[in-house]
């Protein structure tokens, strides 16, 4: 099975912060590689597809980059609404994985 | 509007099974994927398998001697089966379309 090494699994920030998550991939996976954010006892919300490219509603500050075998999503000037759990999901390859997730909160 | 809803019992015996329905609207499961995703209590995602709109299903090879995906596409209902329950079963189940829009999520609880 392919895995996702996301880090860090803990990023306490300030609002207005730029942060970085990343995941990378043990395997070739090309550009499916998909991003989605979590709030307590919500569904998850697609926000990155094909690593890059922001799904309908998602506020501009979020962006997706690849770096070989490394995915990233970074948001700029943080908001409180931006708390929640954000988690990778590579599906190129059976069976698809998800990152462990990573918990953003406020400093 | 697209929608997708999960519904099943909350609770199911250990060595019994689960059965789950996800009922779409808004859109044709001839046209679309529809996947199945679960997370145990404070821990991350799982994917568990897949729908294709041609009717073929995909499963995690963990869980595939004892997962079935099926469908009615009559009754845009996408159903989730899965024997042998133990307690580590136990978590939310969601069904989502093409890894994009999600259900709400079913609680099942696997405990005697």
């Known amino acids: 099975d392919i895995q996702m090494t996301q880090s860090p699994s803990s990023l306490p920030a300030s609002l207005g912060d730029r942060v970085t998550i990343t995941c990378r991939a043990s395997q070739d996976i090309g550009n499916y590689l998909r991003w989605f954010q979590q709030k307590p006892g919500k569904s998850p919300r697609l926000m990155i597809y094909?690593?890059?490219n922001l799904a309908n509603g998602v506020p501009s500050r979020f962006s997706g980059s690849r770096s070989g075998s490394d995915y990233s999503l970074t948001i700029n000037s943080l908001e409180s609404e931006d708390m929640a759990i954000y988690y990778c999901?590579?599906?190129?390859?059976?069976?698809?994985?998800f990152g462990s997730g990573t918990k953003l909160e406020i400093k | 509007q697209v929608q997708l809803k999960e519904s099943g019992p909350g609770l199911v015996q250990p060595s019994q099974t689960l059965s789950l329905t996800c009922t779409v609207s808004g859109f044709s499961l001839t046209s679309y994927n529809v996947h199945w995703v679960r997370q145990p209590p404070g821990k991350g995602l799982e994917w568990m398998g897949v729908?294709?709109?041609?009717?073929?299903?995909d499963y995690n090879s963990a869980l595939k001697p004892r997962l079935s995906i099926s469908r009615d596409t009559s009754k845009s209902q996408v159903f989730l089966t899965m024997n042998s329950l133990q307690t580590e079963d136990t978590g939310i189940y969601y069904c989502n379309r093409n890894l994009g829009g999600w259900g709400q999520g079913v609680m099942v609880t696997v405990s005697s």
């Open positions: 094909g690593a890059t």
């Open positions: 999901l590579q599906h190129n390859e059976y069976p698809f994985t």
């Open positions: 729908i294709w709109s041609g009717g073929n299903t």
